[in-house]
């Protein structure tokens, strides 16, 4: 809700979502800030909705960044009264942070009620120190990650410190939450499920937007692994859109996985030339088997799907923050 106050008060969730603050590494808790070195009450993600939505239109619209080799989305949610619910997933790279904050002042966010890490690699949350120093923020979910796998990285360390300078709100996100909830609109987080996973991309928040009679999913960089134990779990993938895992490399987007989901268009979020080869060979086969058209940033610069609860519409070569950097 594009005018609402943002939230004051410690961050709740960050001995959970965030990192176990006892680290046994020499030398890292200097680099956390003290405030967080608390042990905090709460290890269970409640059920219950975090957010509601009332008053909603109807109508969405998600926007793929272009961000180069990372990822970003911002879902807005329209309102009756004029002002939107604005959701970020991600928020790319250290290199385009400036630019992606300005690009989403430019697309009218005030406020953002909703922010997801989907998981600490510099490519998904480099930017997101700089957001929440720029936007009061309603609730910001991150993973929770084993000892072993708590990252001691500088972008980390930075977000850390803009959560307690700007007093965020942290929760952990975890299968079976329900983000947002009101009239034919419902955000559910469907992985991760347990924190012993031994890769990174495997904690990631991964969610599903219901909007009427359309659906999105978010993937963040999660394995196939992770699309199995989805699968395992019974939780419903069907959608209309789904932003591949991990930038459309061959470890993600399993066949089995796509066939349940079943969507209509996937959106690959990659960088021009990368280092990784993102897109995979083998990904894109897939689509093109399964009859599944791909969306890329890469070559189509910002997505954007525009729902009004029963149709998708697209437009691509929007705005990229990643040319608005270099």
């Known amino acids: 809700m594009s005018r609402r ?7 709740l969730g960050i001995a959970l979502a965030v990192l176990v603050i006892g680290l046994v590494y020499a030398g890292v808790r200097d680099l956390l800030p003290e405030a967080l070195t608390q042990v905090l009450q709460d290890s269970t993600a409640s059920q219950e909705p975090s957010d509601s939505l009332e008053g909603f239109s109807g109508e969405a619209q998600v926007y793929y960044i272009d961000v180069g080799q990372g990822d970003s989305e911002l879902i807005r949610l329209s309102q009756d ?9 991600d928020a ?3 290199s385009t942070k400036q630019e992606l904050s300005d690009y989403l002042r430019q697309l009218g966010v005030e ?3 909703v922010v997801i890490g989907t998981h600490p690699h510099e490519d998904h949350i480099g930017g997101m120190a700089q957001v929440l120093e720029d936007f009061p923020v309603g609730v910001l979910y991150l993973p929770e990650t084993s000892d072993d796998m708590t990252p001691t990285t500088k972008t980390y360390e930075d977000l850390l410190d803009a959560v307690e300078e700007n007093q965020v709100t942290v929760k952990a996100g975890q299968a ?3 983000l947002l909830e009101g009239d034919g609109v419902e955000m559910t987080v469907l992985s991760p499920s347990h924190t012993d996973y031994t890769d990174l991309n495997d904690y990631s928040i991964v969610t599903k937007l219901t ?18 134990e989805i699968l395992d779990s019974g939780a419903d993938v ?4 789904i932003k591949l895992g991990h930038h459309g490399s061959s470890t993600s987007s399993s066949r089995a996985y796509l066939k349940a989901a079943s969507p209509s268009a996937a959106v690959i979020s990659c960088g021009v030339g990368n280092d990784y080869g993102h897109p ?5 086969e897939s689509l093109e088997d399964l009859g599944i058209p791909a969306y890329r940033t890469d070559t189509q610069k910002t997505l954007m799907a525009q729902t009004d609860g029963k149709q998708i519409t697209w437009t691509t070569g929007l705005y990229s923050v990643v040319d608005a950097a270099s």
């Open 5 to 11: 106050k943002k939230k004051r008060g410690l961050p």
């Open 211 to 228: 909007v009427g009679e359309t659906s999105f999913l978010f993937q963040g960089d999660a394995e196939a692994g992770v699309e199995e």
């Open 111 to 113: 406020n953002l009620d």
């Open 238 to 241: 069907a959608c209309d859109v």
């Open 176 to 178: 079976g939450q329900t």
């Open 81 to 89: 009264s004029g002002e939107s619910f604005d959701i970020l997933i």
């Open 280 to 284: 995979h060979e083998e990904t894109l």
């Open 92 to 94: 790319g790279t250290r």
